[in-house]
C-alpha cells in the first residue's frame, strides 16, 4: 500500500520557525493534490495549506503569509515552511495525499501519523 511519514516536529520559541517535511513510499504511480492539516486538543482537524501537481496552492487564513507548501513530485515529498510560528500553532500536523495506486486503480487518500509542534510563548 502507500505510507506517509513526517517528520520535522519540536518544541520552539515563538517568532521561530520549523520545516516539516513528508515523504510518501510504496505502490505509487502518481501523486495528485498534498496537504497539511492540523489537530489541537479539544479542536476539529482543519486545513493548513493544500497544493496541487501543478504547483497550486491554498492555504488557511491563519497561515498566509506566514506559512509556505512546497513539493518534489520526483521524491513523493511535500514540505511546509513555518515561520514567525504563534503559540496557536501548537497541533499534531499530519500529511495527506491523494494517490493513484501503482496498478492504475482508483484514487484514494492516505493520512500521516503525525508530527507534534509546540511553540512557546
Known amino acids: 500500500q502507500v505510507q506517509l511519514v513526517e517528520s520535522g516536529g519540536g518544541l520552539v520559541q515563538a517568532g521561530g520557525s520549523l520545516r516539516l517535511s513528508c515523504a510518501a513510499s510504496?505502490?505509487?504511480?502518481?501523486?495528485?493534490?498534498m496537504g497539511w492539516y492540523r489537530q489541537a486538543p479539544g479542536k476539529q482537524r482543519e486545513l493548513v495549506a493544500a497544493?496541487?501537481?501543478?504547483?497550486?496552492?491554498n492555504y488557511a487564513d491563519s497561515s498566509k503569509g506566514r506559512f509556505t507548501i512546497s513539493r518534489d513530485n520526483a521524491k513523493n515529498t511535500v514540505y511546509l515552511q513555518m515561520n514567525s510560528l504563534k503559540p496557536e500553532d501548537t497541533a499534531v500536523y499530519y500529511c495527506?495525499?491523494?494517490?493513484?495506486?501503482?496498478?492504475?486503480?482508483?484514487?484514494?487518500?492516505?493520512w500521516g501519523q503525525g508530527t507534534q509542534v509546540t511553540v512557546s510563548s
Open positions: 510504496g505502490s505509487i504511480f502518481r501523486i495528485d493534490a
Open positions: 495527506n495525499a491523494d494517490v493513484v495506486g501503482g496498478l492504475g486503480s482508483r484514487r484514494s487518500g492516505y
Open positions: 497544493i496541487t501537481r501543478g504547483g497550486s496552492t
